[in-house]
């Protein structure tokens, strides 16, 4: 399907379709922001460190972001983001000496450069490990009265994270100024916190990240599309406060001059195409299984979902939880669960039957 996503004035969209990206428009999540920067912000810190959870397109990127660019912004700290893709304490060790807005607090130790799993300080010296340097730079950074965050987005519990992980639990234990954010999906924090040699991130708080509010995503699409009252409701209820849902929604309205019933079509497929078939993609059999019982289920009892998956309290019970733990599925209400992302039953069913049935 084409989404024509160059339609006229697409400039002008004050909504966007790109993941990651800080959008225009943006609900910003105050009590979580203000929760992990008055931590760090604490004399002594509440926490080093703070691990931000939820499901793809709810908006995790984006609140670490938000943290970032306010600590950024505060004379004494200093943000570094890392990735994943590469060996994170070397990238880590690289940045803090041969990026130009360290210099002045580091003075660099006769040049550093990258050679194989380790760091040669100049042309003469032996290889070291990059947690030596990364160490004295640290205790300078203590010295001249700064801290530095660090952000890792989208984590994954491979041999650089863990590793960076076990240096990063000894540098806090030695009073040092560094900090940490960390995002990512629940099986992979879950994977991380659960290796034997870092159960410290058993202590270090999760953010998990809930829809936004509904009222405020009413105003916002009111302000920005020149949409009704009645059809500003409406339209936030088609996200359930879910954050992509919230800018696809309002990317496709605003090229449809307003009219979101004939963004209906397009938000869906955008929806199912970039974020359902990878979600579906990860769930086991089981987890599909339970999801089809949830999404055709006419009352949303777990008695009634029970029986259309036909899996006893043995097996229904750990999928269950599962999927509350993913965030895909809401269990608030005692009894009762139901699917969280907006427009989802349909794509379900659909792949379900498809694939299993």
Not at 186 to 199: A, G, H, P, R
Request: charged residues 25%.
């Amino acid at each position: 399907m084409s989404y024509n996503i160059d339609a006229s004035n697409p400039r002008n969209n004050p909504y966007t379709l790109t993941f990651g990206k800080q959008p225009f428009q943006n609900i910003p999540r105050v009590i979580e922001t203000n929760e992990i920067v008055d931590s760090f912000l604490n004399t002594p810190s509440t926490h080093q460190v703070y691990m931000i959870t939820g499901v793809h397109g709810s908006g995790k990127t984006v609140l670490m972001t938000e943290i970032k660019k306010e600590l950024d912004a505060k004379k004494d700290w200093e943000c570094i983001e890392l990735s994943t893709s590469q060996d994170l304490l070397l990238s880590l060790c690289q940045t803090l000496y041969e990026d130009k807005k360290f210099s002045k607090i580091v003075k660099k130790i006769g040049g550093i450069s990258a050679m194989g799993f380790g760091v040669q300080l100049n042309s003469t010296s032996e290889m070291v490990l990059p947690q030596i340097p990364i160490t004295e730079a640290l205790k300078r950074f203590k010295k001249a009265g700064k801290k530095l965050l660090v952000c890792i987005d989208e984590i994954i519990a491979n041999d650089s994270v863990k590793e960076f992980s076990s240096i990063f639990q000894i540098l806090i234990r030695d009073d040092l100024p560094i900090y940490l954010i960390m995002t990512g999906l629940y099986e992979n924090i879950s994977n991380l916190m659960n290796e034997k040699n870092l159960t410290f991130l058993y202590r270090a708080p999760q953010i998990k990240l809930k829809p936004l509010n509904l009222g405020t995503i009413s105003e916002n699409y009111r302000n920005n599309l020149n949409v009704s009252l009645e059809d500003s409701e409406k339209m936030a209820q088609l996200t359930k406060g879910y954050s992509f849902a919230f800018q696809v929604l309002g990317y496709f309205t605003y090229k449809y001059d307003g009219d979101y019933k004939s963004a209906l079509r397009e938000y869906q497929q955008y929806l199912e195409d970039c974020l359902y078939e990878k979600i579906w993609s990860e769930l086991s059999r089981n987890d599909k299984k339970l999801l089809y019982a949830i999404a055709t289920s006419k009352t949303g009892k777990a008695s009634d979902i029970k029986k259309i998956c036909n899996l006893d309290n043995n097996k229904y019970t750990p999928y269950r939880d599962r999927l509350l733990k993913k965030m895909i599925v809401n269990g608030d209400e005692y009894g009762y669960l139901k699917l969280v992302l907006p427009m989802m039953e349909n794509y379900i069913v659909r792949m379900y039957r498809y694939e299993i049935e």
